[in-house]
């Protein structure tokens, strides 16, 4: 009997109720006890045996307990007893070989039996109890159990040296569950180890829907039905679909689906054979100048044949460069293909009328709608369409939108909405440092290209990065064939890049989100360097483009789309998340529609560019009670009159001069004001232009040899942060190679004498540099040329597309201040805009 005073009476008070069980731990020469109540894994209390040798064999010589942080010493008859009372006496596998057969057979000797169990290790330091079975986890060469791995792994993530978010935390230990394997999970984050099967996120499966229509049974002219059998003799599930929704009936339509599923020959089915049936032209609207010269290449090849002439129309255009001046850009074409804004621009101008008949308007990537900068202006553009051309049959396209349904509503569209994808995407997620990302995607591209498809391509690659330099610098140090491909670039390198890609002669092109929205880059692999577009996250509709460039169903069996991932890395210090819990939130997350409320200024942009298309204040009314956003007619368009930009007698409205120029020029009532209080005080056109928009996409071109020779990593943009003021800093231009702080001084006499108090963060040194730009390209030089010199003089270098399209601007600007400068007789202004403008556009 147990002496009365042992805390084992008071416990074991359910053992009648609860099934107890001992479990015992050999270890040298003593045993540690747990006494187990209920299966429980935390046990009642805990407890060490001292064995001795005697001539019987192995007895107890002592007992302690511990409970509840006391200790006590017990008989070892109290232990025996003990034994007795356990519907269970465990002996943990793996202990002391010697102290488990001499416990084994002092069991025995008092006619008790034991079994041996696999109980987790770990537990057992732990001084817990858990079984191990056959989902235990194994951990290097022994199993334990999934709370003991959970522990370990969490240990090993809030290390030091780790900055895991939570969701990505999360996620490795769901990638732990998956493979009940710690040490291939931790491997993970190696990139020496990478497992690709472990890195699959997920996989989009293939989904075909089978109902295809005969080419040669469509209702079209022979002539076109020849050119389309060419490529082939069905038509796309998409595209069967469109056609029995109504596409050769004359009905709108809204196609939504996935990227290469073969919506753009959807406006081109209906397009041409309105054109055919002398219905009228096509306008094919897209949000990107790289798309529209590659729809204005591709429509001038393809449909020359019928007799079709194509041609173009991107901003105003006006500067003048031997590849612009080899496109056709008149309207008479029978394929008019433009930026929204290059459209716009003609019935801004008051020159709709010049476009003719229209038979159909299309409008590519149509969810640029919610873009929170340009959405006004798609949203006018079609809603002025759709007044000056009310007989055309419109085709909206995008393969991302939220509420597909919701948005044909509003658009007075009947709904193509295909949700098959054509070939399967598997979704990677690689947790990585940011001195990783090379190494892996040297790895991934090229274990890529190494890959023949049984379509018989090469597996090619696009990697997304955030910055225009960042695309040079990574296809500079990648030790593979690729190229960087950008807005910046000029028309003749992006398409010099385009066709090398298209043959398969290019194995990577890294870019920024001017690849999302439809260039056609039959990539079957893409890489996300990074999940921003310079320093904003990438929205989900953004990522949702972005992926869908992997994998084409006339080239690849699968596409691959691949996110790494940095703990802990922000691109401004702003943001709350980290890149690695914004990929868990794109990879989970949905598309969710953007609001359109426009703020005043984009609502009085917009109704001073429909009052350039109509002479009634009613209809003026119906054109934007066609549009998707929300406007306060009444109230801002009575401002617009006080501000003299209209007038209105009745129902008749008008642009005043004034109010011309503000539309036909994309102006925003501020900036025009600002230009006419410039042109009353007698300013220069070339003081007002760079007053009015800046240059700041120059870079330093010794940006990495400064950051080296300081030590300190300076921004490469030249009006980006604090990077003047380090350069300039006491002594340490001094520090630099000779020929750069020579370089570096020209630039200083050149743009920073001014003698304000905010120097150099006033904007002066901004206005200065952009006003070079112009100087120079008054002096005959082209874009390219004017970056040359940049380079020569001040070591700054730039894009040339960015300085074509700044120039671009400035023309449009400077056409803007010759206007108002007429409006109020300053004829020297007037003169001097209009000699400034011809020499820029060249």
Known sequence: MMSKHTLLIPSLQFSCI??????????????????????????????????????????????????????????????????????????????????????????????????????????????????????????HSEKICEECAKEELSRALNAPHCHYSDEAKQRIEDMLLQTRDFDRTIGTLDPEGLDQELTKFDTVQASLDAR??????????????????????????????????????????????????????????????????????????????????????????????????????????????????KMRRTLDSDIIVGTYEGID???????????????????????????????????????RLKYIAPAAQFIYLSATVAEPLALAQKLNATLVEYEYRPVPIERHLIFCEEHDKLKLMTRLAREEFAKTSTKGHK????????????????????????????????????????????????????????????????????????LAMGIEWVTMQEFMQMLGRAGRPDYHDIGIVVLLATPNKRYSSEQTETEDAVAIRLLKGNMLPSSMDYGEDEQMEEILASAAVTSSKKDLGAIHNRMMGTFELEKLFSRLVHYKFLEKREDAISLTPFGQIAAGHFLSVSSAFLIRDAVLKGMGPLEIVTNLEFFDAGYFKYAAQIST?????????????????????????????????????????????????????????????????VEIRMEGYDPTGIVRKLEDLYGVTAYPGDVLGYLDNVVRNLDAVEKIAKVYSKKEIVRASREMKQQIEG
């Open 18 to 139: 609860m099934s107890l069980w001992i479990l015992i731990n050999p270890e040298n020469a003593k045993l540690l006890v747990m006494v187990i109540k209920g299966g429980r894994k935390m046990p009642l209390f805990t407890g060490e045996v001292i064995l001795n040798k005697t001539p019987a064999g192995a007895r107890p010589h002592k007992f302690r307990i511990l409970k509840d942080g006391k200790e006590e010493y017990l008989t070892p008859a109290e232990f025996i007893d003990l034994l007795r009372m356990a519907d269970r006496i465990m002996i943990a596998k793996g202990g002391n070989d010697a102290t488990t057969t001499a416990f084994l057979d002092m069991l025995k000797g008092f006619q008790l039996e034991g079994e041996i169990v696999n109980v987790c290790r770990f537990c057992l330091l732990k001084r817990r109890f858990n079984f191990l079975n056959r989902r235990s986890i194994k951990y």
């Open 212 to 325: 295809t229509m005969k080419i040669a049974d469509l209702p079209i002219s022979k002539n076109f039905k020849d050119i389309l059998l060419q490529k082939s003799e069905d038509l796309l599930p998409v595209q069967t679909i469109a056609v029995a929704a109504g596409l050769f009936k004359g009905k709108h339509q809204l196609v939504t689906s996935v990227t290469a599923t073969g919506k753009t020959l959807i406006g081109e089915l209906a397009g041409i054979e309105n054109i055919l049936h002398k219905k009228g032209k096509i306008l094919y609207l897209v949000p990107l100048v790289a798309l529209a010269n590659q729809k204005y290449d591709q429509f001038t090849a393809k449909y020359g044949p019928l007799g079709l002439k194509t041609s173009i129309r991107i901003g105003s255009a006006r500067i003048r460069t031997s590849s612009t001046l």
């Open 345 to 383: 621009f003609i019935l801004r101008s008051g020159d709709a009328d010049l476009l003719g008949k229209i038979g159909t308007v299309v409008i590519d990537e149509v969810h640029t709608l919610e873009d929170s900068e340009r959405g006004h202006r798609v949203d006018g553009v079609i809603g």
């Open 459 to 530: 597996g090619q690659t696009i990697i997304f990065t955030n910055s225009r330099r960042n695309c040079h610098s990574i296809s500079e140090a990648l030790p593979m064939v690729s190229a960087p491909y950008h807005a910046g670039l000029t028309q003749s390198v992006r398409k010099s890049v385009e066709e090398r890609f298209l043959k398969g002669k290019l194995p990577v092109v890294v870019t920024t989100a001017a690849l999302a929205a439809g260039v056609d880059f039959p990539a079957s692999q893409v890489i996300f360097e990074s």
């Open 709 to 773: 020779a300081l030590d300190i990593n300076i921004p490469s943009r030249v009006f980006q942060g604090a990077s003047l003021d380090i350069i300039f800093e006491g002594d340490n231009i001094s520090q630099l190679d000779q020929n750069i702080q020579d370089q570096l001084f020209e630039f200083a006499a050149a743009f920073l004498t001014c003698k304000c108090k905010d120097s150099p963060y006033c904007g002066c040194a901004e206005r200065r540099f952009s006003a070079k730009i």
